[in-house]
């Protein structure tokens, strides 16, 4: 086995309710809770590598799914690995490429053996398996690799959720086993962290969580959630894992979420969180303020010559207007989906940043009623 | 008469042959020979003025015709000019959109008092006339404001080239009167410039240009050229306009070119340029180097990780293979776009610079037999 690639110290904080962190990885610290913004195929969407370090950015998220289709792993191991391929000196986690398989809407069937499916780019035929999501991770050389998951749709029958956790967790000691048995490609550890699966039951989450914690990954991921059930089922679901799952190491829920469920969900004690919605939405023309989110092509920002929040420093924000970023959109220029994306992610860090704060302070709860406060004047949040 | 805006300084060189130069503007100064990048909406695309500054632009040209459509003079106003607007505090030079409407496959005539045309937008109908061209560019607060002309198809004939031009000279009295009897709404002076027309037949251009001479115009640009002319044709008339033209007064070819055309119009006495051929080339996904064009799109990129140019310190050279930036390409990652804008504009300006240099030493024409040296490489130009 190598050497463990990352460490987790916690700072402030328990099992449950808000916690401070510090992760350490071989391409940097991580500051938790933190945000990781979605470089789907190796880049962050309208951002260079640079303008991505300026929102704030400690970790990028990458997709094990689009990498392997393109530009493919051969091209990664000559490149050197993503890191040095798309020019980011920084944290690279990438998922295994189960989540994008599951929602394909081509042909994939779920084996034993793995998952087969088309390739959405051009009808290819492909298995992903434990064991070769391991060693495209390899390729990739991200800092922290997925398991292989199966993600169940929402709603999942008992009887459904049942057997696919099983599946999971049979599939997590091989992608484990294979972990141990490969090494890293370029000179430094890699980690790899389990995936709680089991729906919206209870009793499957807990028994997954007993389940990763007896094969010792160094962090642990909450996944299958926000994939359409209530979102109070959703929190009470992430609140009740969060407690069980051990406290000295990182907790990862996936693909969440909209503002107001990161605060809940790092109430609940969770360390990282990636999501497309601030850099999506940034390009539908949502961007984010402190007081809401604001539909920045609407006709009433024609004359609005405020910056998108008042209150951030970001180069959107210091250079320009609501009326500028707004005939952007209305005349189909890039810059436009640069200078909201650039503002969105530059809101999610420092949201971070203030929850992290506000736990070093000791004044969670107070931080969390303000923000409440001002982020209910939202009226047209996307 | 408002104080003059522009004035020039010729450094080095005489009536014909390569000269230096130094504009100054309300805005600062600019090296000449200086080409101007094209930010049609009031973006070059796919940058930020930020990045257009790292590029090494001194002075930016934008379109009166897109602008007084979108967003439109009211919101221009509003905002305090397109430099407040766009936040671009370098200098700006505004076309007259007169060879945008007549680029316009919809609806335009031509009549005495101006043009006549439906907006490519919505289809709505609209005047331009030589006064209300320069209004509109008092609105965008443009440093050089350009008068409205008829630019001729080519080819055209004699005939018609006449009659075109005897329209242009009188719209050019009328804009040069408007000018005079207007102020500019923000705070510093802007200058005219006027346009030699005459097709490719030297006598109209000789007689535009001492028409245009009569009415004392700081600065004099070259235009109905590069639309579909022979090479030779197009240069022999710039050669032969340039010399005739004031020596001690800025002289502008209008949307040319490509690297070999800026050289060959430097070496018959040009100042300034214009062309969209950098920015526009570069979203097609070709890339200038000092050796020629390569389309970066070619499959033969897929693991050259070398940067697009050895010789380059840009953004894009420095941190960037060509096998990447193929990825971002091949992938339809804005990232790409913005690489390949950042680089081809970087070159541009730099290949502008290096024939300042060879100027100022006096060895101009040594410089240039070495660019072709190298540049004959090309094989791939677009």
Not at 92 to 107: E, K
Not at 116 to 129: A, I, K, Q
Not at 267 to 291: H, K, M, Q, Y
Not at 337 to 358: C, D
Request: proline residues 5%.
């Amino acid at each position: 086995m190598t050497e463990p690639g990352i460490t987790f110290e916690l700072k402030r904080g328990s099992a449950s309710g808000p916690r401070l962190g510090l992760l350490r990885t071989p391409h940097g610290e991580v500051q938790t809770p933190a945000f990781m913004p979605v470089g789907t195929q190796g880049t962050v969407k309208a951002l260079s590598p640079d303008d991505l370090t300026r929102t704030g950015t400690q970790i990028m998220l990458s997709n094990a799914y689009h990498l392997y289709l393109r530009p493919g792993t051969e091209i990664l191991e000559k490149a050197g690995g993503l890191h040095r391929f798309a020019s980011w000196q920084k944290p690279i986690l990438t998922d295994s490429g189960g989540f994008q398989v599951f929602s394909l809407s081509q042909y994939r069937k779920i084996r034993e053996d793995g998952v087969h499916f088309r390739s959405h780019l051009d009808g290819s035929l492909h298995v992903f398996t434990p064991e070769n999501v391991v060693d495209i991770q390899r390729s990739i050389g991200s800092d922290i690799m997925m398991v292989l998951d199966e993600c169940p749709p929402y709603p999942s029958t008992y009887e459904y959720a049942r057997k696919s956790l099983d599946l999971t967790h049979r599939w997590a000691e091989r992608a484990r086993a294979r972990f141990a048995a490969t090494e890293p490609l370029y000179g430094y550890p890699q980690s790899l962290f389990g995936i709680v699966q089991g729906s919206v039951y209870a009793d499957l989450r807990e028994e997954s969580v007993r389940f990763l914690i007896d094969l010792e990954f160094p962090g642990y991921a909450i996944g299958g959630l926000s994939v359409g059930e209530p979102k109070e089922e959703m929190l009470k679901i992430v609140r009740l894992t969060a407690q069980m799952l051990p406290k000295a190491k990182p907790r990862y829920l996936m693909g969440v979420g909209k503002p107001e469920d990161l605060v809940e969900a790092v109430s609940s004690g969770i360390d990282l969180f990636d999501c497309v919605i601030p850099t999506r939405n940034a390009r539908n023309g949502t961007v984010f303020t402190s007081e809401g989110a604001l539909v920045i092509k609407n006709a009433r920002f024609k004359e609005d010559f405020r910056p998108i929040d008042e209150t951030c420093n970001c180069y959107a924000c210091t250079n320009f207007s609501r009326a500028y970023i707004r005939h952007l959109f209305q005349a189909g220029e890039i810059l436009g989906l640069h200078l909201a994306t650039l503002h969105n992610l530059t809101f999610y860090h420092r949201l971070m940043s203030e929850m992290r704060s506000a736990i070093s302070a000791g004044r969670f709860d107070e931080w969390k009623a303000l923000f409440y406060e001002r982020y209910a004047r939202d009226r047209e949040a996307a």
